[in-house]
């Protein structure tokens, strides 16, 4: 049976929020967090960047569920030091944190002013950091001369069983790859079932089968549906973007003047906007019937009180047959 999370934004909500988010969203049947890791937001009227490790020992000490996040380890975090954090908080948390693995975006990873490199070089940076990890967790020293450096790192306090890293892809080519050597998938949805299904067929063709597929899904919900929409839009019209524009850019006032030409209409390419919550359970459907085992909503407006108990009330019941 698929589980259900909330998405924690940090680019768009401060921490305290957050925190008071993901405990009304636990008490509201959710099962499951998503947290963003970005040192910057999509643009300057999001306005928040949190950073997560701080919060995450918060969120996962006061309530139950179970977390996930994804970093990109070679370029702000060395990998060495974010398989400390996440060691740390699987053993004070056992068995509640998969970390999520992603090539990057040069909006986050490039104020380190190391040269941000084509896809091929990240992804096999990336690759190279989730093997020094995995060695950390096993308890071995770690000396690596690659892509990145390593020298004699071990990990003193680590989890009985080593944490899942589950890698990201949005493309079917980066699904495929992942597929290879994670121990999962996470992804996006929100355009057409058939773009998700293809990403997910990918994972499992490229050696995924049998492994969790995780899925975050874009939407909009409130009562007026114009004003929904025009909520949504200013918060999530930098994210728009087709191709390759997403990883490059580097700033939140770039992500602005790029996002001058897009229209709130095109928030349904990628972002399903409805006030009718029939019609998101309807949609919430249809993307399971890929094959989902996690899916975790992200309400891309600023309601989202009103959003985790509209929801935890009305659609999670109705999705798992209630």
């Known amino acids: 049976m698929t589980a259900f999370g909330f998405h924690a934004s940090h680019e768009q909500f401060d921490p305290r929020e957050l925190l008071a988010c993901v405990q009304l ?14 040192f910057f937001p999509w643009s300057e009227e999001q306005g928040q960047s949190g950073f997560v490790w701080s919060w995450l020992g918060a969120a996962m000490q006061s309530t139950g569920l179970r977390y996930r996040t994804v970093s990109a380890p070679g370029w702000r975090y060395h990998p060495a030091i974010l398989a400390q954090a996440g060691a740390t ?31 091929p070089e990240r992804k096999a940076r990336l690759e190279e950091c989730a093997a020094v990890m995995r060695a950390l967790w096993a308890g071995e020293t770690v000396s690596h001369h690659g892509r990145i450096v390593v020298e004699d790192a071990k990990l003193y306090t680590r989890p009985e069983r080593p944490l899942l890293l589950v890698g990201a892809a949005v493309s079917v080519d980066t699904a495929r790859w992942v597929g290879g050597w994670a121990d999962g998938l996470i992804t996006v949805a929100g355009g057409p079932v058939e773009s998700l299904r293809r990403v997910v067929d990918a994972f499992r063709e490229g050696g995924g089968e049998g492994k969790p597929v995780l899925a975050q899904l874009k939407l909009a919900w409130g009562p007026d549906e114009a004003a929904i929409r025009e909520d949504a839009f200013r918060q999530w019209r930098t994210n728009l973007f087709e191709g390759d524009v997403l990883w490059e850019i580097r700033t939140p006032k770039q992500f602005e003047q790029a996002a001058a030409f897009v229209r709130p209409e095109d928030l349904d390419r990628s972002v399903r906007v409805s006030s009718d919550l029939g019609r998101h359970a309807a949609w919430i459907g249809e993307y399971l019937a890929v094959g989902i085992d996690e899916l975790s909503l992200h309400n891309v407006a600023t309601n989202q009180r009103a959003f985790i108990e509209a929801f935890g009330e009305r659609v999670l019941p109705q999705v798992r047959g209630g």
């Not at 969203?25 to 970005?38: I, K, L, N, Q, Y």
């Open 89 to 119: 908080l699987g053993v004070m948390f056992p068995e509640r944190l998969w970390m999520c693995l992603g090539s990057g975006q040069a909006l986050n990873e490039g104020i380190t002013g190391l040269n941000w490199v084509h896809k």
């Open 25 to 38: 969203a636990e008490s509201a049947g959710f099962e499951r967090v998503t947290a963003s890791d970005h």
